[in-house]
Nanobody, 125 residues
């Protein structure tokens, strides 16, 4: 099983980024794809998740409004779009897949079976 996250980079405040997560070797039919982030000096935190089959999305309160989560079924790829980037969005962003949740929304890292390596987003002027 592999999750390959990409799309990070350095962006000015107010800019946008779309992160991608390609999943291979894993049947996503009943799974949940989640995005987490870890800012410098802080613990990793839940950002958003989406059910693979139904496309239902869930967000942390802090992510509502500027974050969009989606998936492209045919490409086994999940996406996290971040708009109006702020300095505090600087973090390593991780994607993860949960099979044990059976599509149930969860923000608990322990419920995610597989993790990508992370992609760094730096918001800087």
């Amino acid at each position: 099983v592999q999750l390959q996250a990409s799309g990070g980079g350095m962006v000015h405040p107010g800019g946008s980024l779309t992160l991608s997560c390609v999943v291979s070797g894993f049947n996503l039919d009943h799974s949940l794809i989640g995005w987490f982030r870890q800012a410098p000096g802080k613990e990793r935190e839940f950002v958003a998740a989406i059910t693979w089959s139904g496309g239902r999305s869930y967000f942390d309160e802090s992510a509502k409004g500027r974050f969009t989560i989606s998936r492209e079924y045919a490409k086994n790829t999940g996406y996290l779009q971040i708009d109006a980037l702020k300095y505090e969005d600087t973090a390593i962003y991780y994607c993860a897949a949960s099979d044990k949740s059976r599509g149930r929304a969860t923000r608990d890292e322990a419920d995610y079976d597989y993790w990508g390596q992370g992609t760094l987003v730096t918001v800087s002027s």
